[in-house]
T-cell receptor
């Protein structure tokens, strides 16, 4: 099966500019996650969707970050305006719940954002 | 708040030895713990999942244990190889959310 697709792979922008990332999850996966991973740290959950509804966005800086998942499939994450500290890899992941409840997540390759 | 910690940032071992990585959690009891491998420039890849009522899980040279008394999971790689060099991430599954630790970078030298 096809994996999680993300684009672009790399992006360099100036501070105060806006940027958008796109994610296409594995077909049929109801849960979609966006994570931010700063160099040397583990992935930090930004937002979690179940189908097209938001389950958890408690860690999303809502003054500058927004995300949507139209029709419960593809998702976009936007930053406007970007700050230097937003430089990180943005990872998208998807999962489906198995019969026992454990949920393996499948990750895309990520988008490396550099804000200068 | 829920915390998941991987105390060692780096672990260096010789080829053929067993690598043991530690994951500790506080303030909650996760229903599941997951372990992932991440190579530079790549997204994490799922390795193993262990449920709270399971003491141990194995997959080829990998073994995971879950000690709810110590609030700890141990991840073992037996007969380690240089190809095992990577960052290993522990993740708590709370509901459907996955919360990750910082990771431990394993280096296996030949």
């Amino acid at each position: 099966e096809a994996g999680v697709a993300q684009s672009p792979r790399y992006k360099i922008i100036e501070k105060r500019q806006s940027v958008a990332f796109w994610c296409n999850p594995i077909s049929g996966h109801a849960t979609l996650y966006w994570y931010q991973q700063i160099l040397g740290q583990g992935p930090k959950l930004l937002i979690q969707f179940q189908n097209n509804g938001v389950v958890d966005d408690s860690q999303l800086p809502k003054d500058r970050f927004s995300a949507e998942r139209l029709k419960g499939v593809d998702s976009t994450l936007k930053i406007q305006p970007a700050k230097l500290e937003d430089s990180a890899v943005y990872l998208c992941a998807s999962s489906s719940r198995d019969s026992a409840g454990g949920t393996e997540a499948f990750f895309g390759q990520g988008t490396r954002l550099t804000v200068v | 708040s829920q915390k998941i910690e991987q105390n060692s940032e780096a672990l260096n071992i010789q080829e053929g030895k067993t690598a043991t990585l530690t994951c500790n959690y506080t303030n909650y009891s996760p229903a599941y713990l997951q372990w992932y491998r991440q190579d530079p420039g790549r997204g994490p890849v799922f390795l193993l999942l262990i449920r709270e009522n399971e003491k141990e899980k194995r997959k080829e040279r990998l073994k995971v244990t879950f000690d709810t008394t110590l609030k700890q999971s141990l991840f073992h790689i037996t007969a380690s190889q240089p190809a095992d060099s990577a960052t290993y991430l522990c993740a708590n599954q709370a509901g459907t959310a996955l919360i990750f630790g910082k990771g431990t970078t394993l280096s296996v030298s030949s």
